[in-house]
């Protein structure tokens, strides 16, 4: 049934919902690559991360502004959700802001920090890269489970966490194939097949965890017994 233009009221939640949708999927696509450098960063040496950090250098600002309109647009259009959606997740959304923070002050603070400082500055942009990524994945963990509470949708949070994690890393990787040449490129592509390979784990696990504790199979289940 199309909806009613002459309404706004039955047009404009489609509208807001689909901007968040394409917003979301923006940001993770754009931002996914600065994470999945991030989580790849201990596997480079110093010259190579330095190289990395290049890659990512004119872009990452920007991609995480999808993140903030995407945020910003479930504020103003459905502020009922935004409440109960990031009370539910307090404690997911304090750790992501907390990478987004330690990555970006990582980012800028290496830089100009001299060599033995640089070797710290590099663990806490992969930590923070690690930690944003990590706490978006059990938040879709639980945003799948209705935001239920409980060891079972913990668990399957966790999960979602770990692949999200990888699934970046393959992302990142991708980018770094696009932007490098050389050796980096050749560990690249490695990289990538590796992570490539963890996506599709994760898809498989994800897939079968998710009737196992998803609320509404358990209520469709127990209604079809009766």
């Not at 990142?172 to 990289?191: M, P, Y």
Request: net charge neutral.
């Amino acid at each position: 049934m199309l909806p009613d233009f002459a309404n706004p009221a039955d047009w404009l939640p489609w509208a807001f919902a689909s901007l968040m949708g394409l917003s979301i999927l923006i940001y993770v696509v754009l931002d996914g690559f600065d994470l999945g450098v991030g989580i790849l960063f201990p596997l480079a040496t110093p010259a190579e991360q330095d190289r990395m950090i290049g890659s990512i250098g004119p872009f990452w600002d920007a991609n995480e502004t999808w993140l903030v309109l995407a945020v910003g647009l479930l504020l103003v259009a459905f502020p009922a959700a935004h409440g109960m959606i990031l009370t539910a997740l307090y404690l997911p959304v304090f750790v992501m802001l907390v990478g987004l923070i330690l990555r970006g002050v990582a980012f800028e603070f290496r830089a100009k920090a001299r060599d033995h400082h640089k070797r710290l500055w590099n663990r806490f942009f992969f930590v923070g890269s690690l930690m944003t990524a990590l706490a978006q994945g059990f938040m879709l963990g639980l945003y799948i489970m209705g935001l239920e509470q409980s060891p079972a949708t913990y668990a399957f949070g966790a999960l979602t966490a770990i692949f999200l994690a990888v699934g970046y890393s393959f992302i990142g990787s991708a980018w770094l194939i696009h932007k490098t040449e050389g050796a980096l490129q050749l560990k690249s592509v490695r990289w990538g097949r590796e992570s490539l390979w963890g996506v599709i784990l994760g898809i498989g696990a994800v897939s079968l965890a998710t009737p196992l504790v998803s609320p509404g199979s358990s209520t469709n289940g127990s209604v079809s017994r009766r």
